[in-house]
């Protein structure tokens, strides 16, 4: 290809040529110079820049279901990961052009590179930098060449005209041009952009994208056949950057030779819905455009556009409770103008706005501004496709399903509260958790802020466009959801190497609702589970399963043959765990103690899942921990963790706690142990630093143990004991620093108790202060609903232990 030959004068339409519009993706400038041109030329045919597979597709942009943003989405068939979108909005001249066409029933054509080749093209270009990467770490004398840097032409004219900022240039030289009254040529914005686009092909060649010539190419082609078959009379719509080229003398022979031996895969194209937000740069997609809402804004303004920006703005402000008036708006209005004017710029832009925004509405400050930036600057809009647009049948069962249960997908972020005993709540859930278990992540458990029974469940909820692709690649399972997730299920049961992989799979199904998988599941895990003798693998696997079994009731799922498993591994974990706590590291150990969290919760679940072995479970786990907590070669970490299981269940008495703290602080224990003790006792736990706070005999044991310190051992067991008590909120650590600061009751009067080192501790006595505890009982019969008038009796006792 010759760059001499193209023309300089940058004129879009030649002499017995085609109409060339060269424009900017996304620009509602540009959109609208589109349409004014389309509207004045009429030519019989438009071409545009973009896959030709979607030729088929380009009648449902006139369906009144099609709302952009849309994309289209190309995906190789047999890789549906492979995948590529180009997406369009309202203001973008692609949309505009094919809009234009569809009305006036002109012939509208893609002219750009099939996705055919494309998509290969990417994989091969994928697979060649892999190739340079592992070539530049096998040679460490070979210096890694890096990738040319894309010319951004926008950014290179922008700084040629002194600006440093290309949208500031961009904005005032296309989407604020005024005529002055009079009619403009419609044409004239082309052929000005075509110009100085020629000029920079020139100076920049490809410009870092190598692939260009071999799309440009493929537009000659597609160019001239269609010249030929309107006689001249068609009109291109493609980026600025490719209107030389296009414009270029070449011979069909040299574009031929261009594209001889490309890649090719089978590839399928749809429409799917696009987002604002991934019209945005921020967001990961280099569209080119920050803020696609502004655009959006400024094309569907038909006067006023400042005025009407700072209304919207006064409006969503509003909602959020924030105190905004008409004269708010007035003043944002002629502020955002006067700074225009100081700036040198022929209208208020986006820049001179926000800042108006800022200083009036915002009274400075940039927390609501950012409210105004994601909701309207960028925005959250969701388009929409018909339903008679091509998808593979799990998209279509999945679009039918969200239509049935009412969960509409949306752009922005939202949290739900699902009641699992509600029947449309439980179907909700089942699909959100079948979706996951397929890789689609529409949703995410989050915690919730009521209830955290079993019979609740939060989600967090955001569609992005690239679940289309997921939901593409788990087509490969099933044409459902159900049978999708079922398929994915056996498959992954029949592959999991490792006993903990298969018990989150078996908790899986059972919240995702899926009994035909459940079979397949069941006897790999009690396949896995006979041949896995490590107790670590043990412990890691039991605390999902107690927790499948706690679904029985709430979804009607059969969990018998699972609590007979999780029993099993209950047994061998009892028998196992102690032997395996001794000779251990402290990050062997930091292990361990979270897996003994995690067993003792999984024993509490089971016994209340498995009635006929509940006492039997409860008693051969808490002769475990006491074993633990009392032996000497175990882990400092575990005896604590163990002694605190055993205090919090009633099990371990305050005298016999307060005897093995004593015994773990003695001068006898190295400083690293003692420490590792307490943190295993009163670190990580939810309530450990309540645990001190109520009972100072503990604290008065810690803060004795840790003045004996020795200083030169003091630095080892300092990063230990910080981060044990750095996990406590800050109004825990503020009372306990008062009661050490407080110190002993002085000559151990009443309500003081004895302590190693002849010290008192104050706040406790030998017996239960009955006084002191009967205040407490009309409270509670107020929270419990009990008899108001009820006097505080023996019988009160009764009836508030029987409730606790």
Not at 369 to 388: H, K, M, N, Q
Not at 483 to 498: N, V
Not at 711 to 739: C, H, Q
Request: proline content about 7%; some cysteine; glycine content about 10%.
């Amino acid at each position: 290809m010759s760059r001499s030959a193209a023309p300089r004068s940058g004129t879009p339409r030649r002499p017995g040529g085609p109409l060339l519009l060269g424009v900017r993706h996304h620009g509602p400038g540009s959109a609208r110079a589109v349409g004014a041109a389309l509207e004045a030329a009429r030519p019989r045919a438009v071409l545009i820049e973009g896959p030709p597979e979607g030729d088929a597709l380009l009648p449902l942009a006139a369906d009144e279901q099609m709302r952009p943003p849309v994309a289209l989405l190309a995906h190789a068939v047999d890789d549906p990961g492979r995948a590529a979108f180009w997406p369009l909005a309202g203001f973008s001249p692609e949309w505009v052009a094919i809009r234009w066409a569809l009305a006036h029933d002109v012939p509208v054509r893609f002219i750009d590179l099939p996705a055919a080749h494309s998509l290969a093209m990417a994989e091969k270009e994928e697979e060649k930098r892999e190739a340079e990467r592992r070539e530049a770490s096998e040679d460490a004398s070979r210096e890694a060449v890096p990738p040319p840097v894309p010319v951004d032409p926008i950014g290179v004219l922008a700084e040629t005209a002194g600006y440093d900022d290309p949208e500031r240039w961009w904005e005032d030289v296309v989407e604020h041009r005024a005529h002055d009254g009079a009619p403009g040529d419609p044409l004239a914005a082309f052929a000005a952009l075509g110009e100085a686009m020629t000029a920079l092909r020139e100076a920049y060649g490809d410009g870092g994208h190598p692939r260009d010539a071999v799309r440009e190419a493929y537009m000659r082609i597609q160019l001239r056949t269609a010249r030929k078959e309107f006689d001249d009379d068609v009109a291109v719509v493609c980026g600025a950057w490719h209107v030389p080229a296009l414009g270029a003398r070449t011979t069909l022979a040299a574009d031929r030779a261009l594209l001889k031996g490309l890649p090719k895969v089978k590839a399928e194209l749809t429409w799917v819905p696009w987002t604002h937000q991934r019209l945005a740069r921020h967001s990961g997609y280099g569209a080119g455009i920050d803020s696609p809402g502004w655009y959006a804004h400024l094309f569907a303004s038909p006067d006023r556009p400042v005025e009407r920006w700072m209304t919207k703005v006064a409006g969503l402000l509003r909602d959020e409770d924030r105190f905004v008036s008409s004269a708010h708006v007035i003043e944002a209005v002629r502020l955002a103008g006067t700074l225009a004017a100081m700036r040198g710029r022929p209208l208020a832009g986006l820049s001179e706005a926000t800042d108006a925004v800022r200083a009036v509405m915002c009274e400075g400050s940039d927390m609501p501004l950012a409210l105004v930036r994601d909701r309207l600057i960028v925005g959250s809009t969701l388009g929409e496709v018909p339903d008679t647009a091509p998808a593979v049948p799990l998209q279509r069962d999945l679009t039918r399903r969200q239509r049935t249960l009412r969960l509409r997908p949306e752009a922005s972020e939202r949290d739900i509260e699902l009641d699992l005993r509600k029947d449309t709540d439980a179907a909700r859930s089942r699909l959100l958790h079948r979706l996951r278990l397929l890789g689609v992540g529409w949703g995410e458990p989050t915690a919730g802020r009521g209830s955290t029974g079993t019979f609740r469940e939060s989600w967090r909820l955001r569609w992005e466009p690239e679940l289309y692709v997921r939901v593409a690649e788990a087509g490969i399972w099933g044409t459902t959801v159900l049978s999708a997730a079922t398929a994915r299920a056996e498959s992954d049961a029949l592959s999991a190497t490792a006993l903990a992989d298969v018990t989150a799979l078996a908790e899986r199904c059972l919240l995702a609702g899926l009994p035909d998988a459940l079979p397949v599941v069941m006897r790999m895990l009690a396949d896995r589970a006979a041949l896995d003798t490590d107790v670590g693998h043990l412990a890691d696997a039991l605390p999902s399963l107690a927790r499948a079994l706690r679904y029985g009731d709430v979804r009607s799922t059969d969990t018998a043959a699972l609590g007979e498993v999780a029993a099993g591994l209950a047994e061998r974990i009892c028998v196992g765990l102690p032997p395996a706590c001794t000779g251990l590291d402290d990050e062997g150990a930091a292990v361990l103690r979270r897996q003994v969290d995690g067993v003792h919760t999984a024993v509490g679940l089971l016994a209340g899942a498995v009635p006929a072995n509940a006492d039997g479970l409860r008693e051969r786990w808490r002769a475990v921990l006491h074993k633990l907590a009392a032996r000497d070669t175990v882990a400092g970490v575990i005896r604590g963790r163990s002694a605190r299981l055993l205090l919090d269940d009633g099990h371990l008495e305050q005298d016999d706690a307060a005897r093995l703290m004593g015994l773990a602080l003695s001068s006898g224990t190295p400083p690293a142990e003692a420490a590792a003790w307490i943190e295993g006792f009163v670190g990580g736990a939810a309530g450990g630093g309540m645990l001190l706070v109520h009972d100072e005999r503990l604290l008065a044991l810690v803060d004795t143990w840790l003045s004996g310190v020795a200083p030169d051992t003091f630095t080892d067991v300092l990063p230990l004991l910080r981060r044990t008590f750095s996990a406590y909120e800050s109004g825990v650590r503020r009372t306990l620093g008062e009661l050490v600061r407080r110190g002993p009751a002085a000559g151990g009067g009443v309500g003081a108790v004895a302590v190693p080192g002849g010290t008192t501790a104050p706040g406790f006595g030998p017996v239960l202060d009955g006084p002191r505890a009967d205040a407490v009982l009309p409270v509670l019969r107020l929270l419990l609903g009990l008899d108001e008038g009820a006097a505080a009796t023996g019988n009160d006792e009764q009836t508030l232990g029987a409730t606790g």
